[in-house]
Nanobody
C-alpha cells in the first residue's frame, strides 16, 4: 500500500515563502508523474505543478515565475518551493502521484493522493 505524506504547509504573510514536501512510502512504488494540486473553498481542485520521472514540468499559469517543483526519484520525493505568495494562493494543497504515462491529469485519474496540507496567506 502506498502512502503520500505531506509536510510544510502553514500560515505566511503575503510575499513570503513556503516549501511543501511529499514523500511516497509503502509498497515498491515507481510513479511516473508526481506533483501538487490545490483546492480552495468553493472551487475545483486544480493542478499547481507536476513533474514526470524524466523531468518534464507543467505549471499552472498562476504559479509560473513564483513556484518551483523538483523531484528526487531515488527517494520518491517531490518538493514545491513557493515564493512571493499571495492571498489567492490560500488553499489545501494535495500531493499526487500517478503511474500512467504523461503529465498528471484529473481527466485520466490519479493513482494516489496525500491527505492535504493547509496553506494560508494573509494580506
Amino acid at each position: 500500500q502506498v502512502q503520500l505524506v505531506e509536510s510544510g504547509g502553514g500560515l505566511v504573510q503575503a510575499g513570503g515563502s513556503l516549501r511543501l514536501s511529499c514523500v511516497a512510502s509503502g509498497s515498491v512504488f515507481s510513479p511516473n508523474a508526481m506533483g501538487w494540486y490545490r483546492q480552495a473553498p468553493g472551487k475545483q481542485r486544480e493542478l499547481v505543478a507536476g513533474i514526470t520521472r524524466v523531468g518534464a514540468i507543467k505549471y499552472a499559469d498562476s504559479a509560473k515565475g513564483r513556484f518551483t517543483i523538483s523531484r528526487d526519484n531515488a527517494k520518491s520525493t517531490v518538493l514545491l518551493q513557493m515564493n512571493s505568495l499571495k492571498p489567492e494562493d490560500t488553499a489545501v494543497y494535495y500531493c499526487a502521484a500517478d503511474r500512467s504515462p504523461g503529465m498528471l491529469s484529473l481527466t485520466k485519474g490519479i493513482d494516489y493522493w496525500g491527505q492535504g496540507t493547509q496553506v494560508t496567506v494573509s494580506s
